[in-house]
């Protein structure tokens, strides 16, 4: 199987095969998808996060309101968040690990 078979494919099947919820969406209705890895290589290892990869917002005053799908697993992507410009703790984490 090449990787964009491989993206293909976890894009399609990953949801369903954890059984999660078809209808499950992030706070004003954006629907919760499988964040497909692109940074890939064969014959390495693959790090699979614990939950959909999201970014957080400030909405009404509160801090880290997930969304919508982040762009790529363990992004460290900056983005603005109503508050300030931030990126992914897990993605900042993974990249230090590495």
Do not use: W
Not at 7 to 31: A, D, H, M
Not at 40 to 54: E, F, V, W
Not at 81 to 87: A, C, I, L, P
Request: hydrophobic residues 35%; proline residues 9%.
């Amino acid at each position: 199987m090449t990787i964009q078979q491989y993206q293909k494919k976890c894009s399609r099947e990953y949801l369903k095969s954890i059984k999660f919820p078809k209808e499950n969406s992030y706070l004003y209705g954006n629907p919760v998808q499988t964040v497909v890895p692109i940074e890939t290589a064969i014959g390495k290892i693959m790090i699979i996060g614990p939950q959909p990869a999201a970014k957080v917002f400030f909405v009404d005053d509160i801090p880290d309101v997930p969304l919508h799908d982040a762009t790529a697993p363990f992004s460290i992507e900056p983005y603005y968040d109503g508050n300030r410009v931030r990126s992914s703790y897990t993605g900042q984490e993974l990249s230090e690990v590495i």
